[in-house]
């Protein structure tokens, strides 16, 4: 296992959605998976009930079927208002980003296919059941995140590139069947994963936080 020793701070921020640098033709060494799953294992959850399964995908064959799916949800995806270039329309110095952003969300759906492993992270219960009152499913949905985003921290300082995705989720009973995921399961994500081309990444532009902070009041 090759780390990068990164602090804290650098992993907290370096952390990006990686696209198209992955490395679609180096084999992911599985001890680092293992690695960064029990590392994500050490996420708070609510009551510490630990209701997680993560599902781990390298099949070629089951990857490539996933990816389908994939593809046709962003084709919906890519044609509907929310696609990157349709948000932040009243700033056009975002547009340019916005369009990278378009560029490497459209080579994920076309690559998806190549990737050397998905990660499905899946909760117990359905955040869809009609019953479930808002607390209850930001209960579920808070019991799951950092966990998650905990493995995908620890897989940049192993040099791995990790980016959450959920457009799969518009084909949801039809992964869960090929996967054999239980009906009881909610999947809240899905993780393309692969070691990086390259390990220089650096803070993303973000608006100024003072366009967001409300002290004591909104």
Known sequence: MHKLNLSADEVLTTTRAVRKRLDLDRPLDMSDIRQCLEIALQGPSGSNGQGWHFVLVTERDTIAKIAYYYQQAFAVY???????TLQHADDPSMQQTQQRVLSSARYLADNLAKVPALLIPCCNGRADAPELPLAGMASMFGSILPAVWSFMLAARERGIGTCWTTLHLQYEQEIASLLGIPADKTQVAMIPMAYTLGTDFK????????????????
Request: proline share 17%; hydrophobic share 30%.
């Open 78 to 84: 890519e044609a509907g208002p929310y696609q990157p």
């Open 203 to 218: 803070p993303a532009p973000r608006k100024s936080l003072d366009g967001v902070l409300h002290i004591d009041n909104w």
